[in-house]
């Protein structure tokens, strides 16, 4: 018999335990952010005094409390049971320290919805440029490594691992180039929405207490603010956004990783990972397992499911705030940290890879990938269509399939063949013209057009990739001062404040 009086004992509190998880994960995120907050604090309790809704004395003794909790850091605070945040434990801490009757004035005319949306917004906008910091360096060593590697043959691969045409490494790593340089661009794009301040929105309907917004905004190093308050404190398109950015970058990271691990498998072998990149087998002792390459595979995997995640969250949510938020904002972090690491990780694994150019020469001419210039030379020198070129040429390669001769067999008689077998001609190639035609360098150095694999086109690509390097890198460095000096005249004038009271 069930004993409906005393069935749950057994579990008792089992109830509270995931509330007690999010309230202690809460403050350790919040941590991440201490010196967001009191940035928040300092901000908002100058404009408070200016604006003359608390008294000069009191905002003194207030920034005097948050200026030590600044020098003390937020391991000396004192964590109090039901609070679920930082900010709760630091008003706390700050009302010890001066006593309810100041210390309480430092939340006037604010709430914990305004604050934290806003130093989130700080926090964000600190990842966007760290991670413009790491791919400036990513974006740097592919075109010295491009530079380099101008004259590297490789084979170009379609439909994933199908031998096309003949390029070169360089012409590899300035493609990567432009798909993360248009990474770049969407991720320091979203730093202007990102970059609004939401206080004075309070909990959604704003404050009766004159709060200048603007100038919160200014003191934080904000371009502006979000008006409506309701939408200030609701949103969080500010962690969507770039995490969606981050989410496309993680995609082309895996793209190009994907030619890496092609190139590395040992029948293929145009290059492989420096031994720092790799793991080592328990048994084999032959093996580099490409672990570097698995883990930049995975962040896509990560931030895709991530993203996601932040999304159902918010599924239906209505204009105000609650926990799920929350959850959002936690998301972002965890893709935007990965998406750092990450970043550095392929930076070192394109700068120390091993490049076999002699084995990368071979593969490119053994792969048939130069035929198609045997039809364009056809064209070109003997008159004829490149429907008809290519129907010999294709007639080529399946009777070298099917007798199973290599490209360098290829002789005037056996296109001839071809031909007559076809349309019924005899094309008259001479043995010239096929070995050039076939030639894998040749065959690069003849694409001239902007954009393409010669030497001469992919180091015009560098040049002018060099300079939009240095362009981004002046951005997100203009944007990293700005916010430094924001907060240095943050700081000072909050000590100013204190020694003027």
């Known amino acids: 018999m069930i004993d409906k009086e005393n069935y749950y004992k057994a579990y008792e509190g089992r109830d509270m335990v995931i509330l007690d998880k999010h309230a202690s994960s809460t403050i350790e995120e919040d941590i991440q952010c201490f010196d967001d907050s009191l940035e928040n604090h300092f901000a908002h309790v100058i404009m408070l005094a200016e604006q003359g809704i608390i008294p000069k004395e009191d905002a003194s003794a207030i920034l005097k409390a948050l200026l030590k909790l600044k020098d003390i850091g937020p391991e000396n605070i004192k964590y109090r049971e039901g609070l679920t945040d930082l900010f709760s434990n630091v008003q706390e801490w700050v009302i010890d320290e001066i006593g309810i009757e100041v210390g309480g004035k430092m939340h006037t005319g604010r709430s914990r919805n305004d604050m934290n949306s806003t130093i989130e917004r700080q926090h964000v906008r600190k990842t966007i440029l760290e991670l413009a910091e790491a791919m400036t360096l990513l974006l740097k060593t592919l075109l010295v490594e491009a530079e380099k590697h101008k004259d590297t043959v490789i084979p170009g691969y379609t439909h994933h691992s199908q031998q096309a045409q003949p390029i070169t490494l360089g012409h590899f790593y300035t493609s990567c180039f432009q798909m993360f340089a248009r990474d770049l661009d969407r991720i320091l794009g979203s730093y202007d929405r990102v970059n609004k301040s939401t206080m004075g929105g309070a909990a959604l309907a704003?404050?009766?207490?004159?709060?200048?917004?603007?100038?919160?905004?200014?003191?934080?190093?904000?371009?502006?603010?979000?008006?409506?308050?309701?939408?200030?404190?609701?949103?969080?398109?500010?962690?969507?956004?770039?995490?969606?950015?981050?989410?496309?970058?993680?995609?082309?990271?895996?793209?190009?990783?994907?030619?890496?691990?092609?190139?590395?498998?040992?029948?293929?072998?145009?290059?492989?990972?420096?031994?720092?990149?790799?793991?080592?087998?328990?048994?084999?002792?032959?093996?580099?397992?490409?672990?570097?390459?698995?883990?930049?595979?995975?962040?896509?995997?990560?931030?895709?499911?991530?993203?996601?995640?932040?999304?159902?969250?918010?599924?239906?949510?209505?204009?105000?705030?609650?926990?799920?938020?929350?959850?959002?904002?936690?998301?972002?972090?965890?893709?935007?940290?990965?998406?750092?690491?990450?970043?550095?990780?392929?930076?070192?694994?394109?700068?120390?890879?091993?490049?076999?150019?002699?084995?990368?020469?071979?593969?490119?001419?053994?792969?048939?990938?130069?035929?198609?210039?045997?039809?364009?030379?056809?064209?070109?020198?003997?008159?004829?269509?490149?429907?008809?070129?290519?129907?010999?040429?294709?007639?080529?390669?399946?009777?070298?399939?099917?007798?199973?001769?290599?490209?360098?067999?290829?002789?005037?008689?056996?296109?001839?063949?071809?031909?007559?077998?076809?349309?019924g001609i005899k094309v008259g190639m001479s043995q010239e013209d096929i070995r050039n035609s076939l030639d894998p360098m040749e065959n690069v150095k003849r694409r001239r057009i902007p954009g393409s694999p010669s030497p001469e086109c992919v180091q015009q690509m560098i040049d002018d990739r060099f300079r939009y390097v240095e362009k981004a890198e002046a951005d997100w460095r203009g944007r990293k001062d700005a916010l430094e000096a924001a907060r240095t005249r943050l700081f000072d004038l909050a000590l100013k404040m204190t020694q003027e009271a």
């Open 206 to 423: 704003g404050t009766e207490f004159d709060v200048d917004r603007e100038r919160v905004a200014d003191l934080l190093g904000f371009d502006g603010y979000l008006v409506n308050t309701m939408d200030a404190t609701a949103t969080v398109d500010f962690a969507y956004e770039p995490a969606a950015m981050m989410a496309i970058y993680a995609n082309n990271i895996g793209r190009m990783s994907e030619s890496l691990l092609l190139w590395n498998l040992n029948e293929v072998g145009i290059s492989r990972l420096a031994l720092p990149y790799c793991s080592y087998s328990t048994i084999m002792p032959q093996k580099r397992n490409p672990v570097s390459i698995e883990t930049l595979r995975y962040a896509g995997e990560s931030a895709y499911g991530t993203l996601q995640t932040m999304f159902t969250s918010m599924k239906a949510y209505t204009q105000g705030n609650g926990r799920e938020p929350g959850f959002v904002i936690s998301g972002y972090y965890d893709i935007a940290q990965r998406m750092i690491d990450t970043t550095y990780l392929l930076e070192g694994v394109v700068r120390t890879l091993e490049v076999n150019k002699e084995r990368a020469l071979q593969v490119t001419a053994d792969g048939f990938s130069t035929v198609t210039d045997l039809a364009d030379k056809m064209v070109m020198s003997y008159g004829l269509s490149f429907s008809a070129a290519k129907a010999i040429v294709g007639r080529v390669v399946v009777n070298a399939d099917r007798e199973k001769k290599s490209v360098h067999d290829i002789d005037p008689d056996y296109i001839d063949r071809a031909a007559e077998e076809v349309l």
